[in-house]
């Protein structure tokens, strides 16, 4: 088969659109950044970002069917490298999340394993014999997802294990997932969070004393006021404080706001930039996704749109996981806001994700 | 199976768009809700967040003599602040705070506790004039106790050993029954008010107003810039209208006594000295004073903490004598009433001693004159049957016993002046005839403070003129701070000028070493061997029994507890007094004793007032050590920001300075 690739087809709006983001992230990241001992992250956030588009363009270059075909490969390798870091990982804040890479950058295996199974959830649907998903693939496509998310809890990371749900949930949903599966995965999950969090006794045994913490002070902030509680209660001021102009930012400043260039970027900037520069910034996410979809329905094979949505999910997830805890909807997860926050695990991640999307549009014209 | 190139399901694919558009509905509902609806909420949060109140001290007035020389000044120290808003679990920092500062951890714990419901920005004072090591200890733990902070504090230096203590008084830490008062009820918990004397006075005089610092912090509770400054207004100079010369010559001559001296200018009403004993150091109750120091003061039988010049209420023994003799001239009897005294006479089938009984002797006839000066207790019996009670009540009333004087100082109180209405008032009792033949002698059931004689005796030796005394010049203060006071400033008694004169004659006579009466016997005035050539010096003496002389006899283990109140109420010059003095020396025996005292005090004013140097201010005496706090800045080893230091030295003084009043500044 031979394809017609070309740049010209490489989707410049979306492209133009992430950088627009990622610039006020890189903005609001040396606002709040500019007095204190991370001073500097957004020059090394903008090498990071340059880095992206790069890994990007080559990301774009490799036919992304190529890769699907070998995905069973880097799935391997991808839950090798999650055991490499329980075995050998730096331990950092209480949890090993990092291989220590020659050079001194510190490498987390969790973020590119979530580009593996987009990929893998991809090519297991696309492949799928059925329009209705059987109880044995839904087994199967869960067990693809849940054999990396059970490595990643084991380190312990919740908030990325978390992420590759919506890998599997999408991969499902377009699948041809039946109501009844929907609502027995419902009820599973329901039955199964309010045990984990409300019977003590297996609490006890499954989470960590940082995350029955944190769920505590996320249900009544004033109990540990130096806590989780109190960073989304800070947050929560920031956000509040920068009514719908914004202000002069004194939760950011004044370090309120606990390291606000990673995971409180959205509350640093919605301080200084008030509803309206907040409002705008979701409404330039919801440009890129509904951008994102559109190129899943353009997309020249099953596989393609699988891949494409993958990346709307995780995408998605982190924007609500994110701002949902920014404006006190939800506990501290520790999830980055992709694009914004500072970071280059996640800012390498999205552009290899969005790589993977030009890679699909680049061959939308199959002959 | 489907080819590749099938589709997914487009209706699905759209379910995921809307999926998402409700997501982002969602998160802007949130913002929506957070920065339109309670927008204001938080922002004023943000501001709690990182405004913090330094409170600024006002430095208390300083309190002056009349001759603006200082006696109570205030020295820099640091107090040691526990800060509330930088959530930390102060509890649990207590023990360590507990070592540094060298108190007992369940104590602060305890102090956190009963600020708790105090605004948390109002930072709670934990320890006051700490030393240097335990400022060390501060500076070297910011980061493990950044709630500590310290602050500077000017606090009260008072005149050591206790000079002046009693008028001055003292400051200390609000008391929940005080905040209850309606004179406090602005006043916050930890504020430092006076608590006696003129510092509780004249509060509101000196206290000032403490100032705030808002300072901008960040969430360690560290200072990252100022808002603004609220200035501390510093609490105004008080001018009191005592004489430090004559203070001291007061104290001085008191000095290893019980009593109280008053000394007052009867023209005005102006206190020139006030002494009580024994006294107490009020630079104890400066910082905390220990409750074991404080039951110590408490419970001392010779009542340390009270003013005796004002909170005394005694039998005014023999003094009463001149108010006697103003009421027996005034109502006609006095004048041409002959007394022979046999040394007692009986009255209502009881018989009276004449205190010269015990000296084996007689005073034969004696008139109103060879009454005052003899102090003939004969005389005065037989005046007090001829007046009955109720014209000497009335008399006394009008003289201002058995009422409050009104002075400018704190819990005054009022001495009782019987009668048969009062008797039958407090005791239900009637009035015996009897009774009123004791209180003509000043004994029985009438009371009088030392300032109530210095009152009413100035006044009737300045013509009946009685003046409200006072410590303060009214001229000085705020016209909302004149003491409200039932008393007038001036209040003209009715005195005959025959009588006036006979009255300052007699009491002339009592220090006169040689007088002849009319029948040209020579006697000597009861308190003739207080005389002072040169100066025109009267006065009368007093002996007051505090138990009745049967019960004495029966108790004769002779405790000193039941021996005599001398007491002595001296004018200069005798008509138109420039200063009156009050003696009061518990168990001095003798009234001719205490009149040695307030002579004293009378030649040191007379001799201030020509010009000559009080010759109580250069008794040499041995030099002793001053304790001085001070503060300087001192540059930092590591070259960096000069550095706070503290501390307190030991100064030597010179004998130039009065070791009565080494403390306070300004003494020469």
Known sequence: MSRYVSFRDFDWVLLGFVLLICGLGVMEIHSATLHTKFAGSDVKQIYWILGGVGAMFLMSLVNYQALLERIHWFYIAGVASLMGVLVFGTKALGAKRWIKMPGGNHFQPSEWVKLILILAVARYFAEMRSRELSWSDFMKAGAIVGIPMLLVLKQPDLGTALTYLPIAAMGMFLGGLQWRQGLSVFLVAVIGISVVLYVPAISHHVLKGYQKQRLASYENPDLDPQGSGYQVKQSMIAVGSGGIWGGKGSQTHGAFLPIPQTDFIFAAFSEEHGFVGALGVLLLYFIVLMRLTQNAQTAPDRAGTFVVMGVVAVLSFHILVNVGMVVGFMPVTGIPLPLMSYGGSSVLFMFLALGMVMNVRMRRFVN | ?668
């Open chain 2, 1 to 668: 199976m489907f080819a590749r190139d099938e589709k997914v399901s487009a209706i699905r694919l759209t379910a995921a768009q809307y999926a998402i558009l409700a997501i982002f509905l969602i998160l802007a509902y949130g913002l929506w809700r957070l920065q339109v609806m309670e927008s204001d909420y938080y922002s004023l949060a943000a501001e709690k967040n990182r405004i913090r109140n330094v409170p600024v001290l006002a430095p208390r007035g300083k309190i002056l003599d009349r001759n603006g020389r200082t006696i109570v000044d205030n020295y820099p120290s640091f107090s040691a602040l526990l800060l509330r808003d930088s959530s930390r679990d102060l509890a649990a920092d207590a023990d360590l705070i507990g070592e540094g500062l060298h108190l007992d951890p369940n104590e602060v714990r305890a102090r956190i506790r009963h600020f708790a419901s105090m605004p948390q920005y109002e930072p709670i004072f934990l320890k006051e004039d700490i030393t240097p090591d335990e400022l060390a200890f501060i500076e070297s733990h910011k980061n493990e106790l950044p709630e500590l902070d310290t602050i500077m504090v000017h606090r009260r230096l008072y005149p050591r050993n206790g000079f002046m203590a009693h008028l001055i008084g003292y400051v200390g830490e609000v008391s929940e029954d005080m905040l209850n008062q309606p004179q406090f009820e602005l006043y916050n918990q930890g504020d430092i008010v006076g608590i006696s004397g003129v510092e509780r006075q004249y509060n509101a005089v000196l206290m000032g107003t403490n100032g705030s610092r808002q300072a901008l912090v960040d969430s360690h509770g560290r200072e990252v810039g100022r808002l603004g400054e609220t200035d501390a207004i510093p609490g105004k100079p008080l001018k009191l209208t005592l004489d430090i010369d004559l203070q001291i010559a007061a104290e001085e001559a008191l000095e290893g006594k019980n009593g109280a001296i008053v000394a007052m200018d009867p023209r005005t009403g102006e206190i020139l000295a006030m002494v009580s004993r024994p006294t107490f150091d009020p630079n104890d109750f400066a910082v905390r004073v220990s409750r074991e120091e404080w039951n110590k003061l408490v419970n001392d039988p010779d009542k340390p903490l009270l003013n005796k010049a004002i909170q005394a209420q005694l039998a005014p023994g023999s003094t009463f004598k001149i108010i006697m003799a103003t009421a027996g001239l005034q109502e006609g009897i006095a004048q041409d009433m002959h007394v022979v005294c046999n040394g007692g006479a009986e009255f209502y089938g009881r018989y009276f001693q004449c205190w010269i009984k015990e000296r084996h002797r007689v005073h034969g006839v004696v008139d109103i004159t060879k009454g005052i000066y003899q102090s003939c207790d004969v005389f005065f019996y037989t005046l007090a049957e001829k007046l009955g009670i109720d014209r000497i009540a009335k008399y006394a009333t009008m003289l201002g016993l058995g009422q409050k004087t009104g002075i400018d100082l704190p819990n005054e109180v009022s001495g009782v002046v019987p009668s048969e209405e009062w008797k039958i008032r407090n005791f239900k009792e009637k009035w015996f005839a009897g009774e009123t033949i004791s209180v003509g002698i000043g004994q029985g059931a009438v009371a009088v403070t030392p300032i109530q004689l210095a009152r009413a005796i100035g006044g009737i030796a300045s013509g009946g003129m009685l003046v409200r005394p006072h410590v303060v010049f009214p001229s000085d203060l705020p016209p909302n701070l004149t003491p409200a006071s039932d008393t007038q400033d001036k209040v003209q008694v009715p005195l005959d000028a025959k009588n006036w004169q006979i009255i300052t004659d007699a009491m002339a006579d009592v220090t006169s070493p040689v007088v002849v009466d009319a029948t040209g016997q020579t006697w000597s005035g009861t308190a003739g061997a207080a005389h002072l050539q040169g100066i025109d010096f009267a006065g009368k003496t007093g002996t007051a029994q505090t138990i009745s002389g049967a019960a004495k006899a029966k108790l004769t283990n002779g405790k000193a507890r039941f021996k005599n109140n001398a007491w002595f109420v001296g004018v200069s010059p005798r008509r138109n007094p420039e200063i009156v003095v009050v003696v009061l020396w518990e168990s001095g025996e003798e009234g001719p004793l205490a009149a040695r005292v307030a002579a004293q005090v009378i030649k040191a004013y007379v001799d201030k007032e020509r010009s000559l140097p009080p010759k109580m201010a250069d008794k040499p005496k041995p030099e002793g050590k001053v304790d001085v706090g001070a503060v300087w800045t001192e540059p930092d080893s590591d070259g960096g920001k000069d550095k706070l230091q503290g501390g307190h030295f030991l100064l030597d003084v010179g004998k130039s300075r009065v070791p009565l009043a080494t403390a306070a500044p300004g003494i020469n």
